[in-house]
């Protein structure tokens, strides 16, 4: 099955700072990959996909760039400000169709702290 | 438009005893997936249905179950509750089977 790895596990940065967060699949049949951000108490929140057939997409501070023969996609953050903290967690998922019916396969997770 | 919602919000359980979970898909959307979150780790995939079909399974034991009703809504259940299964169990929905997903608020679940 599917496994994605996801680096760093913490990550500390001063206001205005990037971020960068980067993950790793294996199944070579994932084709989605989604980000969530999800602060303390509450639902994993989508912030930003993208799918196999575009290597880079962008909204505002938010970008993802995917590296299919890599296999590995990251998530930069620009102008960080106080409220991006939070845990954010990557995401792969297949094709529905095959034994997978299109499930997200979710990283471990990276704690994101932007400091004033 | 409201999001995806579930109850309840918290539930204390025994060793032992059987709960049941509840969605209600965001308006629109005909697919629901559940996930176990446990503290400190991302979201595990346990179920998928489309259209009242189960179309996913992941690698969870026969205690845990699920279906989906005619308006979409969901149910999870989980018999013969263990201590591990203490975690936020959330559902998340989507248009269409390979949609983006949407969480709800999730249920947390503590098993005593």
């Known amino acids: 099955g599917e496994n994605v790895e996801q680096h760093p596990s913490t990550l500390s940065v001063q206001e205005g700072d990037s971020a960068v967060i980067k993950c790793t699949y294996s199944?070579?049949?994932?084709?989605?990959f989604p980000w969530y951000k999800q602060e303390l108490g509450k639902r994993p929140q989508l912030i930003i996909d993208?799918?196999?057939?575009?290597g880079e997409k962008k909204d505002q501070r938010i970008a993802v760039t995917l590296n299919k023969t890599a296999k590995h996609f990251s998530l930069h953050i620009t102008e960080t400000q106080p409220e991006d903290s939070a845990v954010y967690f990557c995401a792969a998922r297949a094709a529905a169709g095959g034994t997978s019916y299109g499930k997200l396969t979710f990283g471990q997770g990276t704690i994101l702290t932007v400091h004033p | 438009d409201a999001g995806v919602t579930q109850s309840p919000t918290h539930l204390i359980k025994t060793r032992g005893q059987h709960v049941t979970l509840r969605c209600s898909p965001i308006?629109?959307?005909?697919?629901v997936s559940w996930y176990q979150q446990v503290l400190g780790q991302g979201p595990q995939f346990i179920f998928q249905?489309?259209?009242?079909?189960?179309?996913g399974r992941g690698n969870f034991p026969d205690r845990f179950s699920a279906r989906q009703f005619p308006n979409y809504s969901s149910e999870l259940n989980v018999n013969a509750l263990l201590l591990g299964d203490s975690a936020l169990y959330l559902c998340a929905s989507s248009h269409l089977s390979e949609s983006p997903l949407h969480f709800g608020n999730g249920t947390r679940l503590t098993v005593t």
């Open positions: 993208i799918r196999s057939n575009v």
């Open positions: 249905y489309y259209e009242k079909e189960e179309r």
């Open positions: 199944d070579s049949a994932s084709n989605y």
């Open positions: 308006s629109g959307h005909k697919s």
